[in-house]
């Protein structure tokens, strides 16, 4: 299994800029992608960005393309998400996702970021 802790959730002004974590553990060698997803109150969970582990490659959802930045220090086993010029609208609970290879995918417990006008 693979175990996901997210980190660095808050509250923010509108145009700040905020960084989260997302920490794993277990079997990390296995990961084939890792992904940021968050959920609005009200509304289901949205996709916000991914990296493929391989090759680094990266996408975005086009609602944080040019504001959000995906990327992830393998030494550490360490996701992040960098969060800038931010909006009300980004306001959710941002969720850490990983695929493992041939199994399963695990999510984190989630990080509260509120973003005020």
């Known amino acids: 299994q693979v175990q996901l802790v997210e980190s660095g959730g808050g509250l923010v002004q509108a145009g700040g800029s905020l960084s989260l974590s997302c920490s794993a553990s277990g079997r990390t060698s296995s990961i084939t992608y890792m992904y940021w997803y968050r959920q609005a109150p009200g509304k289901g969970r949205e996709y916000v960005a991914e990296?493929?582990?391989?090759?680094?490659?990266?996408d975005y959802a086009d609602s944080v393309k040019g504001r959000f930045t995906i990327s992830e220090d393998k030494a550490k086993n360490t996701l992040y998400l960098r969060m800038n010029e931010q909006k009300p609208d980004d306001t959710a609970v941002y969720y850490c996702?990983?695929?493992?290879?041939?199994?399963?995918?695990?999510w984190g417990q989630g990080t509260q970021v509120t973003v005020s006008s």
């Open positions: 990296i493929r582990r391989s090759d680094g490659h990266v």
């Open positions: 996702k990983a695929d493992e290879l041939g199994r399963d995918s695990y």
